[in-house]
């Protein structure tokens, strides 16, 4: 994806504009928070009384003083050039997907409608890349092993894991525990232990399992997360029940409840959510016509990087069919990538500092902020 970037005479222009308020803040309530730099500024204080008079057309110097000010610089809520600001990156989580392959396929998620060719990264560029992960944002930064996959198919899952054990990394999965029996448990256990575990079970019932998993897997499932129960994998460990919210959903909700929770699980019920096109039955919101940010888990623009099987970076999870591609990691570096042309000029799309196109996926997105 190429990108010609601001004129010489408009990047001229934002350079020299007096400090504004940043446009990539996201409006929580009570608070406004900068996906940059991971800093809240309560609407009860000052600091934003202050950023909105500035906002109006104060002058700083005015309104504040100067160690206020001071700390609305160093967060990063006074900006001057909004071009450098798109290039910045508050990187907090990285979804490195290993291979392309899941054996279930359940309904809503586009693997059940279109499956990918078979891609499994090599060992090599996956432990350079975790490398790079680290240089770039430290040993902070979330790994999760999951994106359209089936962690636990992976050839090399076992040794991913040993690898980003072996760097200290927090490291995630959602698996649907097909594949995760008492044994790999008891070798995984030996390496380390994850930060969390999220095991997607909708239902104990065999035939809804079927229809709802495109597989007969049920009872294998759940004798291998009876298993998972005594092992001390994870900091965090839940059943995740996907469903519509429906009565049905209820119903399995308070089976696997009644089932697990004696037994010291978390049962955590979510509601399936579209993804914009996916080709599956979920409907799509009307498109945004304002867009003014990313509220998934975070902004997918400054917190996330999206690595598929294929080393290519995407924008964000929801982009299976991998429209808004910002690079090929075989190539380019996580660093370059992060702070590149293409980097910006998506954020600056998804903020609405610049108009995005009418088919860009942010607007048909129920994560994304504007309306």
Not at 13 to 42: C, I, W
Not at 174 to 190: G, V, W
Request: include cysteine; charge should be negative; charged fraction near 30%.
């Amino acid at each position: 994806m190429s990108d010609s970037g601001p004129s010489k005479g408009a990047r001229g222009a934002a350079v020299l504009a007096a400090e504004r308020p940043t446009p990539f803040l996201h409006d929580r309530g009570t608070e406004v928070y900068n996906p940059s730099t991971g800093a809240s500024l309560s609407k009860d204080g000052p600091a934003y009384a202050a950023l909105r008079r500035i906002e109006a057309g104060e002058d700083p110097a005015a309104v504040a003083d100067p160690a206020l000010l001071a700390h609305l610089r160093s967060a990063r809520f006074l900006i001057e050039d909004v071009f450098a600001e798109a290039r910045r990156t508050h990187l907090l989580y990285v979804s490195l997907e290993t291979c392309t392959s899941c054996n279930h396929r359940c309904p809503f998620c586009p693997v059940s409608v279109d499956p990918r060719d078979k891609e499994v990264m090599s060992q090599e560029l996956f432990t350079s890349l975790v490398d790079q992960v680290v240089a770039a944002a430290g040993r902070d930064v979330v790994v999760f092993l999951s994106n359209y996959n089936e962690p636990t198919v992976d050839p090399l899952f076992e040794e991913r894991c040993r690898v980003l054990f072996d760097h200290g990394l927090p490291v995630s999965i959602l698996t649907n525990a097909s594949h995760l029996d008492a044994e790999r448990a008891a070798r995984i256990e030996a390496m380390g232990r994850f930060r969390y575990v999220g095991i997607n079970l909708p239902t104990l019932d065999p035939d809804r399992y079927e229809k709802l998993h495109g597989t007969k897997d049920l009872a294998r499932v759940v004798a291998n997360v009876d298993a998972l129960r005594a092992r001390r994998l994870a900091e965090e460990t839940a059943i995740v029940v996907l469903g519509d919210e429906d009565e049905a959903h209820r119903r399995d909700v308070a089976a696997i409840r009644e089932r697990f929770g004696p037994k010291g699980w978390d049962v955590k019920p979510f509601k399936i959510r579209s993804r914009p096109s996916s080709g599956t039955y979920l409907p799509e919101p009307p498109p945004k016509k304002r867009l003014r940010g990313c509220e998934l888990m975070g902004s997918r623009p400054f917190e996330h990087l999206h690595v598929t099987a294929t080393a290519k970076a995407v924008l964000c999870c929801q982009d299976y069919y991998e429209h808004l591609t910002v690079g090929d990691l075989k190539q380019e570096t996580v660093a370059g990538l992060l702070a590149g042309d293409t980097m910006a000029r998506l954020r600056r799309w998804t903020y609405g500092v610049e108009e995005a196109p009418a088919d860009f996926l942010c607007r048909r997105c129920e994560f994304a902020l504007g309306d």
